[in-house]
C-alpha cells in the first residue's frame, strides 16, 4: 500500500532517511511498504521474523504548503432545476446539488467498498466497510460543495445511489452535517460558507480516527479531498475521522460528551482550538492552511523547516522519543553534514513558541532542551536538535561561521548506529561565544567514562 509516512501512527518507530539511502533493522513483524509523496519519500518492505529494510528515494523540491488550491472546472458540481432524466446519476458527477420546489437535493455516489447503515449506539447513522482498506491505501476521493446554507435553506436531502447508480437511500439533513470554511473569501460580505458533504456527511467522529483527509483542491463552488485509511479497516468496521481537523471552532456545533468510546477519548469536542498545544502539533500535518494559520497566529507560533541531509535519519519512538540515527557508514575524519543554525533573539524565545518540521513531521520545540543559548541569543539547530548526548560521542562539531557549523565523524559510526555528541563541548569559536547552560540532566549513556549528573 501506498501512505503518506508522516501519518505513520501504529508505528512505534519512524526513521526519516535522506536520499538514495538504505538501512537494515531487524524486525519481528511485517511492515506496510510507503511511499510519502510530498517531502523525502521512502518505501519500507519486510519479512515476517525477517529483515526490515528501508529504501529512501529521491526528495523532491520542498513546497511551502502540500495543499494546492486551483480553479478546476472538473469535477463539477452544477446547481440547477430537476430534469426529467429517470436515472437522476447516469453521466454525473459524484456530488451534485439541484435546487428543486421542494428545497436543495444532494445527489451523491457512494464509492464501492462502503455503506451507511443504522447506528446501534445512538440515534442516527454512520459508515461501515464492506471490503478492507489497507493502512495508507486511498480509500476514495470525494467532494464536498461550497453553499451558503443561510440563502438556500439549512435542511436538505440527500439521495445516496451506488456507483451502478441505484438508488439505496434518502434522508434529511441539516448543517451538522456541514463544517464552516474557512478559506479567504468564504466570509465575505453576506455569505458565510459551509463545505456540504454527501454520503460521507453521515461519518462519525472518534479521537483515535482511522482515516484523515488530505485535501487535493479547491474551488469557489466545490473541494476535493482523499481519504487515507490510517490503519488497516475490516469489513464491517466503522469508518471515523477527527471533527477536530476540521473546525478551528466549533461555532455552535459543540459536542460536550464525546461518545467515540476510544482509549484516546478527549472528553469533547471543541474543534481544533480547544486541543492540547501538543496535540495540536501533532494534528498540524492533517489540517487545512487555513486552520494551520489560524493556529500559528494565535498561539503565536514560529515553523521552522528542516530536511534531513544524506546520510541521517530521525527515528521517533514512543519511549525514547527523538533522535539521529546514521543510515549509512561514516569513517573516523569523515563530515556527516554542514549545518546552519538560526539565531533566535531572546526576546523572541520568551515571547512565542517553537515547531520544527522536519520532512513533514511536526515537532513542538522544548525551550529549555532543544536550543543552544549564548550571551544574546540562542541557536535553533533543526533536525540537528534531536542529536543524544554520550561522554564517549560518536561526532564533534566545528563552527565554520557565526551560524555554520560542521559534524564530523570521531569514530566509525554504521547505519542504525546513534549519532552522538558532547552537549558540554557545544562552544562557538568564530562567535566567540560559550554554551551558557541552561539544563540539566543524569547522563545515561553508559560509556565507561560517563560523567552522571551534566548542566549543559
Keep these: 500500500s501506498l501512505f503518506n509516512y508522516r501519518h505513520l501512527q501504529p508505528i512505534i518507530a519512524m526513521i526519516t532517511m535522506g536520499q538514495n539511502e538504505s538501512i537494515h533493522l531487524a524486525s519481528p513483524t511485517s511492515t506496510a511498504a510507503f511511499v510519502s509523496p ?7 518492505s519486510s519479512q515476517q521474523h525477517g529483515q526490515l529494510q ?6 523532491p523540491e520542498a513546497v511551502s504548503s502540500p495543499i494546492t488550491i486551483v480553479e478546476k472546472p472538473i469535477p463539477h458540481i452544477t446547481i440547477g432545476a430537476e430534469n426529467s432524466d429517470p436515472n437522476p446519476v447516469r453521466n454525473r458527477k459524484p456530488l451534485e446539488v439541484r435546487q428543486t420546489d421542494g428545497g436543495m ?25 464492506t471490503e478492507c482498506h489497507l493502512q495508507g491505501s486511498v480509500m476514495y476521493t470525494g467532494y464536498a460543495a461550497m453553499l ?14 451506488s456507483e451502478d447508480r441505484e438508488l439505496l437511500s434518502k434522508h434529511y439533513n441539516d448543517d451538522t452535517h456541514s463544517v464552516d ?16 458533504y454527501g454520503w460521507d456527511g453521515f461519518m462519525n467522529h472518534s479521537c483515535d480516527a482511522n482515516a484523515y483527509f488530505p485535501l487535493l483542491y479547491r474551488t469557489p463552488t466545490e473541494m476535493c479531498y482523499q481519504a487515507i485509511a490510517l490503519r488497516d479497516i475490516n469489513v464491517g468496521d466503522e469508518v471515523t475521522c477527527d471533527y477536530a481537523l ?3 471552532q466549533c461555532n455552535g456545533h ?10 484516546k477519548c478527549r472528553g469533547k469536542i471543541l474543534g481544533f482550538q480547544g486541543l492540547p498545544l501538543q496535540t495540536k502539533v501533532e494534528l498540524l500535518c492533517m489540517v487545512e492552511e487555513e486552520i494551520k494559520d489560524k493556529f500559528l497566529q494565535e498561539e503565536n507560533v514560529v515553523v521552522y523547516q528542516s530536511y534531513l541531509p544524506q546520510g541521517i535519519g530521525l527515528v521517533t519512538s514512543s519511549e525514547d522519543g527523538s533522535h539521529l540515527v546514521a543510515t549509512r557508514r561514516f569513517d573516523i575524519g569523515q563530515p556527516l553534514f554542514i549545518n546552519s543554525a538560526q539565531l533566535i533573539p531572546m526576546e523572541d524565545l520568551t515571547s512565542k513558541k517553537f515547531v520544527l518540521d522536519v520532512d513533514g513531521k511536526y515537532i513542538l520545540l522544548d525551550k529549555e532542551h532543544h536550543f543552544i543559548y549564548r550571551d544574546e541569543y540562542a541557536e535553533m ?27 564530523r565523524a570521531k569514530k566509525v559510526i554504521l547505519p542504525g548506529d546513534k549519532i552522538t555528541c558532547d552537549y558540554g563541548s557545544l562552544e562557538n569559536s568564530v562567535a566567540k561565544q560559550k554554551n551558557l547552560g541552561t539544563s540539566s540532566f543524569v547522563c545515561k549513556c553508559g560509556e565507561s567514562n560517563c560523567r552522571g549528573a551534566l548542566v549543559c
Design 105 to 129: 437535493v444532494l445527489i451523491s455516489i457512494i464509492p464501492n467498498g462502503f455503506a451507511v447503515v443504522d447506528n446501534e449506539k445512538f440515534a442516527g447513522k454512520k459508515i461501515v466497510a
Design 254 to 263: 459543540e459536542i460536550e460528551v464525546c461518545a467515540c468510546g476510544s482509549t
Design 246 to 248: 476540521f473546525d478551528y
Design 381 to 407: 539547530l533543526g533536525f540537528d536538535s534531536f542529536m543524544d548526548h554520550s561522554c564517549s560521542p560518536s561526532t564533534e562539531q566545528e563552527y565554520i561561521t557565526k551560524n555554520e557549523y560542521v559534524v
Design 38 to 44: 510530498l517531502s523525502n519519500r521512502m518505501m519500507i
Design 148 to 161: 451558503d446554507l443561510s440563502s438556500i435553506g439549512q435542511v436538505f436531502e440527500v439521495k445516496i445511489y
Design 181 to 196: 470554511d474557512h478559506a479567504p473569501g468564504s466570509k465575505s460580505g453576506t455569505e458565510s460558507k459551509r463545505q456540504v
Design 54 to 59: 528501508l529504501q529512501a528515494v529521491a526528495m
